[in-house]
């Protein structure tokens, strides 16, 4: 993501880390926001089970790529959990908080890897993830996959008993569960294109997800080509739903521009979800609602920046998201989190 720095709205300290900002015009849904990272770039953020701690991923410490963090709710108590090698992405709390599972790629480099060229436009490189477990008390760390290819973007059911993730093991950007101990392995998605971001409404029943399909044969050419250089251009993207073995699959949003980071909400009637679909060419990602037919959208947040990966507490009250509003400096993103009013 990339910032601008904008002014502070009448801050006021809060806690020893934690600082409390002032809704942006518009933010009716938000209260009571607290900014809980300050500096580098700080991201999916997921809370723990008893909504007490959350996990996030952050470059600090003079690494160039991210790491996964823990902290309590007030950005209290911060602990690195991942082994410092690599790169790690999308954390997520499972074993009734007790282990945390995330993505690295320190079994194919100790380095950072290197980053995307963007000579042929904003591309995401599919960097050699696998998923690893390990203890929120930063040991004991487990290789769960073994298949040599992207496997990320991974998050839990509500019962804990499956992870839903992406995966590039059978040539495509396809969404798989499997059972917490990597057993049990099951494709969801088949049809050819970006399939990812997946997180399970609160009941269990339904998967959300982001998704483009290549519309004709230049595209879908193009979408192989980049693949094969482990390559995915994320510009064009829009919101599905479909049942939690992957039945009934329906596209929900028709916005255009970047449409991710979708999450339930607690009633498991809408969608929130962040989008820049009025400049699809520009960075200003704010969120949104949708009901799951795809009408009622709604703005909930109005900052001119980037605003993402937003996620409600267990019980509802409070949600939680990555914003680069109040950045010290251009390119910072932190972790947000505020009552919710609805």
């Known amino acids: 993501t990339h ?25 009716t849904h938000l209260a009571n926001i607290r900014q809980l990272t300050f500096g580098g770039e700080n991201a999916e953020a997921y809370w723990s089970a008893d909504g007490t701690r959350l996990t996030f991923q952050s470059t600090r410490d003079g690494r160039s790529c991210d790491q996964q963090f823990t902290m309590d709710a007030d950005g209290g108590n911060l602990r690195r959990v991942s082994n410092g090698a690599g790169k790690t992405t999308c954390g997520y709390f499972f074993d009734r908080d007790r282990r945390i599972f995330f993505s690295s790629t320190h079994h194919a480099d100790s380095a950072c890897p290197p980053r995307p060229d963007f000579s042929r436009g904003y591309v995401w490189r599919l960097d050699p993830f696998e998923i690893y477990t390990a203890s929120a008390n930063a040991d004991g760390l487990h290789r769960l996959t073994n298949w040599n290819a992207y496997t990320a973007e991974g998050t839990l059911s509500p019962d804990g008993s499956r992870i839903v993730f992406t995966s590039t093991k059978d040539g495509d950007l396809e969404i798989y569960t499997m059972r917490t101990d990597g057993s049990d392995v099951r494709r969801l998605t088949t049809t050819p294109g970006y399939d990812g971001g997946a997180f399970f409404s609160p009941n269990g029943s339904q998967i959300v997800y982001r998704a483009h399909h290549p519309a004709d044969s230049t595209s879908l050419a193009e979408y192989r080509a980049l693949l094969a250089q482990g390559l995915v251009r994320p510009s064009r993207m829009e ?94 993103t932190n972790i947000f989190i505020a009552d919710w009013r609805d």
């Not at 991710?260 to 969120?287: M, V």
């Open 239 to 332: 919101i599905w739903v479909m049942n939690a073995d992957g039945s009934n699959q329906r596209q929900v949003t028709s916005l255009g521009g970047a449409n991710f980071a979708p999450y339930f909400t607690p009633d498991g009637r809408r969608i929130i979800f962040a989008s820049n679909h009025i400049n699809p060419r520009g960075r200003d990602f704010d969120l949104y609602l949708v009901n799951l037919d795809g009408s009622g959208l709604e703005r909930v947040t109005t900052h001119a920046d980037f605003d993402s990966f937003p996620m409600f507490s267990p019980d509802g009250k409070r949600l939680v998201w990555a914003s680069n509003r109040h950045a010290a400096q251009q390119g910072e």
């Open 3 to 27: 910032a601008v720095p904008v002014a502070a709205c009448g801050s006021v300290r809060t806690s020893q880390l934690a600082v409390l900002r002032s809704p942006e015009p518009g933010e």
